[in-house]
């Protein structure tokens, strides 16, 4: 009979009953000496009398109570009570791997990280010279956190090296020695040597392991058959096909686990584990990377948008909160590796349309979505959150957060890391993890998200208007770093767009990147701000680069990093191939960023493949009809294609858009009238840009390229030789920006570029 709720054995209290079989029951219970929960198993009353089992339970206890490891369950105490016998041990909370399995196949980088978890804690069991030998899905409790822990190390036995344990009463290692007709071990999992009766070692454990990551990624059993004796024969007769989309290195691992013959096995748990946490990419714990088993990764990174939480609430600090929630959350998951996050930037122009996921998902070109909700309620907040499924409209997990709100942003951080470990454990993956400071009020947050998006639409109003909100956040809280990254970055655009001077905009643009760096050291977007001025105004292109791929390093889910690298730095070395990649990269983390849309035909057009760029910013003005530099790229397109009237009639659409007298565009516009024989026209804009540079700054290169329209080569070539002196940003993509062709074989030219100071 059960024990009741305030039973006592010993010092320990007896809670509740969390399960009964017939070899005895499992109560939770507490530990009244420390005030710790514990789990109880004791020897049922049916079986106490029975010598054998009880010698049995005593092995688990002694063979268990040896080992410590995070991945297996551990024992901290034995004990009789009257007639009865029972082992104290670690009380888990989470569920068995069989209660997972009862949904289906888990998804691959989840089975496999749940394989390695495991094989790591048969590895510690394995250096004791502890064999399981009852490995089985009932056998792993899978915690809340995505810990696995091996449980029930009750039929173990202790192989040749282990002595002394042998000493302490251990069972026989054959079949033949235990009770006539039994095998020990659940047969689907059994080694082909555990039915045979042979002795085994480790390898029997691994060969279990195999037969349950089949199950975990099949959702079929590798060995079955309607009675015991059927399943045993296919353990000895049958190879288990996996089908073909199970990720060829996870099947090359699973067949290498269910060879027949132990010496074609993984050598020891440890090389297994070793090998899995290869296909994951991740370094195993302890290990050298130059062990790891050289194993591709097994498919394509998973493609998921976090659509702005709903706010099921009123109040606008309610909206603040689930704004500054999704952002946070986009923020934690793109520090995961080998699951690529659309940036906040696309997936706030989500906002309002939330119900129609597939609309969502198409224009956002992914295959999953976080969707979720906020609801506060005086100081308790709810946040719901679900990861589903598009094609299927299945949910892969969903989860509901009841937190009090003492502090709005350690909550936002709580939640988003605890959904940042479910994506880990559900897609797969890695992450570093580590601290950021949040900012000091909501005010200051609201401003820098609000900076970011102004300052996405790259049009004059909207770099100023960046500017002043990074400033007002900064004066709300002067130590926080994304803010200080952000206006870095807004200053750099404006001098590079020629509407600030470099000497106004750059030092402090460098001062703001370095205080970003010096507030936080790992900030992927501190770095990139950094990598940008060391490129378009240094001129130091080895460090730009070294920036920007630790920039990419800390934060491979911030798609400016990409685009800047792409376009910034690789482009305007020479580099177009590896340009394009990148840009691909960003473009998949931000794919409704008008401006990094705008870099593909960019790119096309640098490579002189002008029919191809024109058709790609056609598409992006048909998509953006309201994004100028649609307009303008086009113009320079059509200018480069000898289409003059063409080109004149897009950059004077973009020069409307624009909102003011870009100078960069009238640069443009003014060479386009050289090349089209309009000569008049041109020196208009030459005496328009003269007086326009006694008002306010006007970068050398824009009367470079009028210049070099109207064919005055040399004078063409002293701007730019003027531009250098001032340190003009738009100098950086001379080197490959075809509108500079007709000057390339002119000898100050060839000098410019040395001085410059370009790669090769």
């Known amino acids: 009979m059960p024990l009741a709720p305030a039973s006592r054995l010993g010092p320990y209290e007896v ?20 005030g710790r929960h514990v789990a109880v198993k004791m020897l049922s009353a049916a079986r106490a009398g029975d010598p054998q089992q009880l010698e049995r339970l005593k092995q688990e206890a002694l063979t268990a109570g040896s080992l410590s ?8 105490d034995v004990g009789t009570e009257g007639e009865s016998f029972f082992i104290v041990s670690e009380l888990v909370e989470g ?9 289906g196949p888990l998804p691959p980088g989840l089975a496999l990280d749940y394989a390695a978890q495991a094989a790591r804690g048969l590895a510690a069991a394995h250096e004791k010279g502890i064999v399981h030998r009852d490995l089985k899905p009932e056998n792993l409790m899978v915690t809340p956190d995505g810990r696995v822990k091996i449980l029930d190390f009750g039929i173990a036995k202790v192989d040749s090296t282990g002595a002394r344990l042998d000493e302490a009463g251990l069972l026989p290692t054959t079949v033949e020695e235990t009770l006539p007709g039994t095998v020990l071990g659940t047969a689907a999992y059994m080694s082909p040597e555990q039915v045979r009766g042979e002795s085994v070692d480790g390898r029997s454990d691994l060969f279990s392991l195999g037969a349950i990551l089949f ?3 099949t959702g079929r059993r590798a060995f079955d058959g309607a009675t015991a004796a059927e399943t045993i024969a296919s353990i000895l007769r049958d190879t288990p096909v996996l089908p073909s989309s199970v990720p060829p290195a996870a099947a090359a691992i699973v067949r290498r686990c269910l060879e027949k013959q132990p010496g074609r096995r993984h050598e020891s748990a440890r090389q297994l584990a070793e090998a899995l946490d290869a296909v994951l990419g991740r370094s195993s714990p302890g290990v050298a990377a130059a062990r790891l088993v050289p194993v591709a990764v097994p498919e394509e990174p998973p493609r998921v948008a976090v659509l702005p939480f709903t706010n099921l609430g009123r109040e606008p600090e309610q909206e603040y909160f689930s704004d500054g929630l999704t952002e946070q959350i986009i923020h934690e998951l793109t520090r995961i590796r080998g699951v690529r996050i659309v940036a906040w930037q696309s997936s706030a122009k989500m906002k309002g349309h939330e119900e129609n996921i597939h609309e969502a998902a198409r224009q956002l070109g992914v295959e999953l979505l976080l969707v979720g909700s906020v609801r506060q309620a005086r100081d308790r907040v709810r946040i719901a959150a679900r990861l589903v499924e598009v094609t299927t409209g299945y949910y892969r997990w969903s989860e509901t957060y009841d937190r009090q709100i003492l502090d709005l942003f350690a909550v936002q951080e709580e939640i988003a890391r605890a959904i940042a470990g479910t994506f880990e454990r559900t897609l797969g993956g890695s992450a570093v993890r580590r601290e950021r400071r949040a900012p000091a009020s909501l005010e200051a947050y609201d401003l820098y998200l609000r900076g970011r998006f102004v300052g996405s639409q790259r049009t004059k109003a909207g770099l100023i208007g960046a500017v002043e909100c990074f400033e007002q956040a900064i004066a709300l809280d002067e130590e926080f770093a994304l803010a200080h990254a952000g206006l870095a970055d807004a200053l750099c655009l404006l001098s590079d767009y020629g509407l600030t001077a470099p ?10 990147a370095l205080r970003a760096l010096d507030l936080d050291p790992g900030s992927g977007e501190a770095h990139a701000s950094f990598a940008l001025i060391h490129s378009i105004y240094d001129w130091e292109w ?24 792409a376009l910034d730095f690789l482009a305007n070395v020479g580099r177009l191939d590896e340009a394009q990649e990148e840009l691909d990269l960003a473009r998949q983390l931000d794919p409704l960023s008008a401006i990094i849309q705008e870099g593909k035909p960019y790119l096309l057009m640098m490579q002189r493949r002008y029919d191809e760029a024109l058709a790609g910013f056609k598409a992006l003005a048909d998509l953006q009809p309201g994004f100028y530099k649609a307009y303008t790229t086009m113009g320079r397109t059509y200018s480069l294609m000898g289409r003059y009237e063409e080109a004149i009639a897009m950059l004077e659409r973009g ?7 870009v100078p960069n565009i009238l640069g443009a516009l003014g060479q386009s009238f050289g090349l089209a024989g309009r000569p008049d026209r041109a020196r208009e804009l030459l005496d328009q840009l003269a007086a326009l540079s006694r008002e306010k700054y006007v970068p050398a290169t824009c009367f470079a390229l009028i210049h070099a329209g109207l064919g005055e080569h040399d004078a063409a070539v002293d701007w730019l030789e003027r531009g250098a002196e001032r340190r ?19 000898p100050r030219f060839q000098a410019l570029l040395a001085r410059l100071r370009f790669p090769g």
């Open 15 to 34: 809670v509740d009953l969390l399960g009964a079989g017939a070899f005895g029951e499992v109560y939770s219970a507490r530990d009244t000496r420390l």
């Open 69 to 76: 490891h995070p991945n297996v369950v551990s024992v901290y």
């Open 95 to 103: 569920r068995t791997l069989r209660h997972h399995l009862v949904q």
């Open 215 to 217: 199950e975990m990624l």
């Open 503 to 512: 000497e106004d905009a750059m030092p402090r643009a460098r001062a703001a």
């Open 542 to 565: 080895e460090e730009a680069e070294a920036f920007y791929r630790r920039s990419i390093e800390l934060n491979p889910g911030y798609a400016t990093a990409h685009h800047w690298f």
């Open 655 to 661: 020069r409307e858009l624009s909102g003011g007298e």
């Open 728 to 746: 003009d940003l738009p100098l950086s993509s001379i080197k490959t920006h075809p509108a500079y062709d007709s000057l390339r074989e002119h």
